[in-house]
């Protein structure tokens, strides 16, 4: 226990250290360094190891039942008997005794031999400890997914900053143009009035995609464990997709054999498994051995030297039906987690697919929503031209307009259900940094 305390202070100065350097400085990150930073000082990833220490300490406890118990006692004192209440009585035999000074000063040595039971505690402490550890890097990956969405997220709203800006720069000079083409005579003041309105709203719509920039970026660095005056800058690009084959098979087999929360069920089942064989063996005998030695006399100056040595034999007879009912609540608990084993392959085998259909949607609709972006930027620079020439109002340029931010807001969501995709499958194999492969 007091080296995990030890562990514990030593991370918890280690942290505040960064957390400290960190404070209102600029830090760049690509998406592999957020991960990264995030297995190192992420509050949810340390809780869940620390907790793995702490089964570790559990199994130290039962270890020590199996090693030999040294210790030291040391007596002395001053004692008077009365015969009389012990029911000793004989004429002319005194009524009591001493006072008789006692001294004694000796090591105790005690030793298990031989104790099934405990041996297969140690086994099923060991294993609990195995799953604490799995069970942590189940948490450390979910948080790993969190921060990608955050990461993509954070992205994605760049994305529609940069198309907003661009909207914003052409509405504002098409505004412009409605100036001089009202003053020319050619363009009615309700024209100008639409294309006023026309840059209103896309300044309003980049105000708040910067907004949740900013709150994605500190949501994100809230969760990596940096301090809220530090400015994230992220560095990664937001690529389009890149279709590629992939094997449904081959992917369950490959999450069944490393997903934490597999590892950590098998885990469990042998530490279950390990808890019955206990119980089983709580019907055989415990033998073991006892010795001290040292000095027994009146006073510290007038003692000899003594021991003893003595073996021992525990064989249980009548214990109440203790063991039954042990074995039977482990056979429950075994079956129970047969149940949760299965329970999680079929969890696992839906993960895979349920993120390989959102991938090849992802996939499919990005080309056509690109497509679509693509058209109407070009709707937006005919309905200008016919505006211009004096073949149309500016209603039609409004309406493209409106149509190209909502074609942009798709081919950005296409790309960012993609990359989501790609994260939850790489998650549901069982680590997260498979999509950098």
């Known amino acids: 226990m007091a080296s995990v305390n030890r562990k514990f202070v ?7 250290a960064v957390s400290q350097a960190q404070n209102g400085e600029r830090m760049r990150l690509s998406l592999r360094q957020a991960i990264d930073l995030a297995v190192r000082q992420s509050a949810p990833v340390q809780i869940a190891r620390l907790g793995a220490l702490q089964a570790e300490s559990t199994v130290k406890s039962v270890r020590s039942g199996l090693l030999p118990q040294l210790g030291i006692a040391a007596t002395a004192g001053s004692e008077d008997l009365n015969l009389k209440a012990l029911g000793i009585t004989a004429p002319g035999l005194p009524t009591s005794t001493g006072p008789l000074q006692q001294f004694d000063l000796r090591p105790t040595l005690t030793e298990t031999i031989y104790d099934p039971g405990l041996r297969k505690a140690l086994l099923a402490s060991r294993e609990r400890v195995q799953e604490s550890r799995w069970d942590a890097v189940s948490v450390q990956e979910s948080t790993l997914l969190a921060v990608t969405g955050l990461y993509l997220e954070a992205l994605a709203h760049g994305a529609r900053i940069d198309a907003g800006a661009a909207r914003l ?3 504002t000079a098409r505004l412009e143009k409605v100036y001089k083409l009202v003053d020319a005579g050619s363009a009615s003041r309700l024209d100008q009035v639409r294309a006023r309105i026309e840059v209103d709203n896309e300044s309003r719509a980049l105000v708040g995609f910067r907004s949740s920039l900013a ?3 500190l949501q994100l660095g809230n969760l990596l464990g940096v301090s809220a005056d530090t400015e994230l800058e992220l560095t990664e690009s937001f690529a389009p997709p890149r ?10 087999s490959k999450a069944l054999e490393e997903r934490p929360e597999m ?12 808890d019955k064989q206990k119980a089983q063996y709580g019907r055989y005998p415990i033998v073991g051995v006892a010795t001290d ?10 003692n000899m030297f003594t021991y003893t040595v003595r073996g021992t034999l525990q064989f249980p007879i009548l214990q109440g039906g203790r063991v039954e ?35 090849s949607a992802a996939e499919e609709v990005y080309e056509s929503a690109a497509d679509a972006a693509t058209l109407a930027q070009k709707s937006v620079e005919l309905a200008t031209d016919r505006f211009e020439n004096g073949l149309s109002t500016n209603i039609e340029v409004v309406n493209a307009q409106e149509a190209l931010a909502s074609a942009q807001s798709s081919a950005i969501q296409c790309v960012l259900d993609y990359h989501l995709a790609r994260a939850r499958l790489a998650k549901a194999q069982g680590s997260i940094r498979d999509m950098f492969n």
């Open 10 to 16: 030593c991370l918890v100065l280690a942290l505040a």
């Open 169 to 171: 720069g052409a509405a």
């Open 215 to 217: 709150i994605k970026k």
């Open 243 to 252: 279709p590629g084959a992939m094997s449904l098979s081959a992917a369950v």
């Open 263 to 274: 590892k950590a069920a098998q885990a469990r089942l042998r530490a279950a498994i390990a």
């Open 293 to 302: 030695f040292g000095r027994m006399g009146n006073s510290p100056w007038n």
């Open 325 to 359: 009912a042990e074995v039977s609540s482990a056979d429950a608990v075994i079956r129970r987690t047969c149940e949760e084993i299965r329970s999680v392959r079929l969890q696992i085998e839906m993960d895979i697919h349920t993120a390989a259909i959102e991938l």
